[in-house]
């Protein structure tokens, strides 16, 4: 079975500073893939970042960036340059790359931004 | 434009009766799934669908039914079973489900179901 722990309910960040929001996962599949997802008020999940188990390098997309630690299990995600509209629910996320193929969820982080 | 939709985005149901939620995707994905997420947690799967005629059971499929008889639509139907249903139900679609580069998920705004 998986699991995604996200320790953090909420965090606070300043406007323009960098922030890293905690996620470690627990699997016994060799293959998986890990993701990112932001859930503002609205309630739609908006797809953030995408890391493979066997990505060499951690995923960049924009002011998003995934420090994947194999070893420790961890997938952590980093915001650069914090803006007001980051505010929102922040969900990670593992998939299996066989069989069942859907997501497990973590209980998320919300980040709050502030001017 | 691309993407997908659900309807209603409120709905409200009296106890005992059945409610069916829409999810259309005009992606050309071949997979697609149904979660439940209630107040300050995380996505529970309910059921999913690989493939056009083909669905499997979520951790959470009693009291639900489904069917996918089209490629682009998933209905998903609350049956009075289901003890709880009050919910955000969202459902997402992702391309390829043999591809793990290609088969990141898709999500729909969501549908608020509230039993009255």
């Known amino acids: 079975a998986q699991k995604i722990t996200q320790t953090q309910p909420g965090m606070f960040v300043q406007e323009k500073e960098a922030v890293t929001l905690d996620c470690t996962y627990d699997t016994s599949d060799p293959s998986y893939g890990l993701f990112w997802y932001k859930q503002p008020s609205s309630g739609e999940m908006i797809f953030l970042i995408y890391?493979?188990?066997?990505?060499?390098q951690n995923a960049t997309e924009g002011r998003y960036s995934l420090n994947f630690q194999k070893a420790r299990k961890s997938a952590n995600l980093v915001i650069s340059a914090s803006q007001l509209g980051d505010s929102a629910m922040y969900f990670c996320?593992?998939?299996?790359?066989?069989?069942?193929?859907?997501?497990?969820f973590g209980s998320g982080t919300r980040l709050q931004v502030q001017p | 434009d691309g993407g997908i939709t659900q309807s209603p985005k409120y709905l409200f149901r009296k106890e005992g009766q059945n409610v069916t939620l829409s999810c259309e995707q005009n992606?050309?994905?071949?997979?697609m799934y149904w979660y439940r997420q209630d107040p300050g947690q995380g996505l529970r799967l309910i059921y999913y669908s690989q493939i056009v005629n083909d669905f499997q059971k979520g951790d959470i499929a009693e009291g639900y039914s489904v069917s996918r008889e089209k490629k682009e639509s998933f209905p998903l139907t609350v049956t009075s079973a289901q003890k709880n249903p009050t919910a955000f139900y969202l459902c997402?679609?992702?391309?390829?489900?043999?591809?793990?580069?290609?088969?990141?998920?898709?999500f729909g705004p969501g549908t608020r179901l509230t039993v009255l």
């Open positions: 996320a593992m998939r299996r790359n066989t069989g069942r193929r859907a997501l497990t």
């Open positions: 890391q493979g188990s066997y990505d060499q």
């Open positions: 997402a679609s992702s391309r390829d489900h043999r591809s793990p580069t290609t088969d990141t998920q898709y």
């Open positions: 992606l050309n994905h071949d997979a």
